[in-house]
Structures are given as C-alpha cells and as structure tokens.
C-alpha cells in the first residue's frame, strides 16, 4: 500500500531564516505530487505541483520554491520566511484523480 | 474554470440524528469530485468520490453524497452523526486527468461539523 510521509510535524523559525520541509511517498512510482498551504481558518491553496523528476509548476508568486530530486521527494524550501509564511503544509500525490495527504507539517514563523 | 461553494460554514447536529453538508460546484468538463474530512492538526483524508460512475456514492465511515448535475450540487450525508465526525469537511471539484491542470483540485472554503452529546 502507498503512504505518504512529511517532516518535521512542527517547526518554528525565526523571520529571515531559511526552511526546508520535505515529502516522501512509498509505494508507487512517478506520482504527481503536489504542495499546499492552508492558513488558519481558511482553505487549502496549492503552491505547488510536480508531474516528475525536476518538473515544478508554481501556482501562484510566493516567497517559497520547490523541488523534486528523486521520483518519490518533493522538498518545500525559503530563503528567508517571512511572517506571512506561517501556516499548516500539506503534501498530496494523486492516483486516478484523487489526491492523497500527508499529515502536515504546522510551521509558525516568529 | 471550476469552483466549488460550501453552503453552510458550521453545522452543528446531535450525537445520533442525520448529517447534511452541503456542496454546489461549477465545471466547464464533465467533473470529478470528492469530499475529504480534516481532524484537528491532521491531514485530509478522502471520504469519497463521484468519477461519472453511479451518482450516489458511498464512502468511508458511514458518510454518502449523491451528484446532481440538474443543481450542481454533491452534498454529504449521514444517517446518524457520531462524536468522532466532528472535523472540518471540504467539497473538492477537479480538472479532467491529461488537461493542462494535471487533477488540479479546487477546494471548497470548508463545512465545519459539530456534534453535540
């Protein structure tokens, strides 16, 4: 069976300083996978998606980047988070139209 | 362009009596969609999904949503709520697999379910 792994849980960094969240998937292979972010009290907005190795579509600007350098990673990265980039981060793959989360990392930025 | 509304913000029921949230979209293909529940500080999970197959659709834990296309409408249902429903629940349309979107899912702003003793 497929999972879906995230880490860390929980982060919190200071303003300025970089991040790095990463998503791994088992048991498939050349999934799309997807990041999104759902701030507090709102709904989910993709940031990104991935179709394959080093192929990042970016849905909207931002202060964050993604990459993919194995089928089954996908890396959620800043420079320097900004206060705004507080918020719940969540990775997905997708199989047969439906997508699959993970469990989420929460980030607040200080 | 696609878009999906979640009628109510908060629905609040009784430990036992039936559940309706409720979900109206908008699609320009002919529309997969799918209902995904969320546990505080937890990921989503699928409770189901149409895929132009049967329109009524059965899914985990109890829970059933039957597409109209006549009203745009997929709303959720329950027989009998129990605690463990309370969560947040989300009404997803997505774009057709091989478009330019690859499953780009559109989410609803969310139903917040509470269940009372």
């Known amino acids: 069976s497929q999972t879906i792994h995230q880490w860390p849980a929980t982060l919190v960094q200071p303003v300025g300083s970089p991040l790095s969240l990463e998503c791994t998937v088992e048991?498939?292979?050349?999934?799309?996978l997807y990041w999104y972010r759902q701030a507090a009290g709102r709904g989910l907005q993709l940031l990104f998606y991935?179709?394959?190795?080093?192929?990042i579509s970016s849905e909207v600007p931002q202060n964050l980047s993604a990459s993919r350098p194995q089928d089954r990673q996908f890396i959620l990265s800043s420079k320097k988070l900004l206060l705004s980039d507080s918020g719940f981060y969540l990775c997905?793959?997708?199989?047969?139209?439906?997508?699959?989360f993970g469990p989420g990392t929460r980030l607040l930025v200080l | 362009a696609q878009s999906v509304t979640q009628l109510d913000s908060h629905v609040s029921v009784s430990e036992g009596t039936p559940v309706l949230l409720r979900c109206n979209y908008s699609s320009s293909y002919s529309p997969s969609l799918f209902w995904y529940v969320q546990h505080p500080n937890k990921g989503l999970q699928l409770l189901l999904k149409y895929t132009s197959a049967a329109t009524l659709v059965k899914g985990i834990n109890g829970f059933e949503a039957e597409f109209k296309k006549s009203e745009t409408s997929f709303h959720l249902t329950k027989p009998s709520a129990h605690m463990s429903d309370a969560a947040e629940y989300f009404c997803?349309?997505?774009?057709?697999?091989?478009?330019?979107?690859?499953?780009?899912?559109?989410f609803g702003q969310g139903t917040i379910l509470t269940v009372h003793p």
């Open positions: 991935s179709v394959g190795i080093g192929q």
């Open positions: 048991g498939t292979s050349n999934p799309n």
């Open positions: 997905a793959w997708s199989h047969r139209g439906a997508q699959y």
């Open positions: 997803v349309v997505s774009d057709p697999a091989g478009g330019t979107s690859y499953g780009k899912l559109t």
